[in-house]
């Protein structure tokens, strides 16, 4: 075989190698761009699953602070009708309280009752501004949740309003003091019978 043959063989051989490797390297190219394009949709579709999964949890945030807002202002309707149904409770004991004392003038005879009578009434009292002094603590600690319920949910206003009734009970309790103390005199053992019970009506 002649030099030129041999160049013809191997240069026919050097293009078939160059002809595969082009072929490879078109395959490969090909190959790289498929994973190119399964990555990218692999990476669209994984992202489109975060996406969905993050608007499904917030969609599940949401709801789930929406039945909390709404079993709140149920639990908040449900402390102010307790409070307003002891409230009008307590209002209606000290009335009939107060009409159980009666206008008659203490005497010997009914002082007993009259005692035992402002002794309650003190007791009512108390109990009754205590039930105010809670009410106005619970205004208080959830008065941005109760202005959600709606009205004018106004603290400084209910104070004053509290503060009011408080000043109108101790007043009838000094006023049925002053009665017992007057009736009492300088009597001694009169004076020894009303002491507690001024005393009480006294520390309202």
């Known amino acids: 075989m002649d030099f030129i043959q041999l160049a013809n063989r191997h240069r026919k051989l050097v293009v078939i190698i160059v002809a595969v490797m082009l072929l490879a390297g078109c395959m490969n190219l090909a190959a790289e761009a498929g994973l190119k394009d399964l990555s990218k949709a ?110 004018n949910t106004n603290e400084t206003e209910l104070t004053q309003k509290f503060d009011s009734v408080k000043a109108t009970f101790r007043s009838l309790s000094g006023m049925a003091a002053d009665d017992l103390e007057k009736f009492a005199g300088s009597d001694h053992t009169r004076q020894s019978e009303v002491a507690d019970v001024v005393k009480l009506l006294r520390d309202v």
């Open 42 to 151: 692999k990476q669209a579709g994984q992202e489109k699953q975060a996406q969905e999964a993050v608007q499904e949890h917030l969609e599940d945030l949401q709801r789930q602070q929406l039945s909390f807002e709404a079993q709140r202002q149920a639990e908040l309707k449900s402390t102010l009708l307790q409070f307003v149904n002891v409230l009008d409770y307590d209002g209606s004991q000290l009335n009939a309280t107060m009409y159980e004392y009666g206008e008659d003038k203490i005497t010997d005879g009914n002082l007993p009752r009259k005692l035992d009578v402002t002794r309650k009434f003190a007791a009512q009292t108390n109990e009754f501004f205590s039930h105010m002094d809670g009410f106005q603590q619970f205004v208080h600690e959830n008065l941005a949740d109760l202005k959600k319920l709606g009205g």
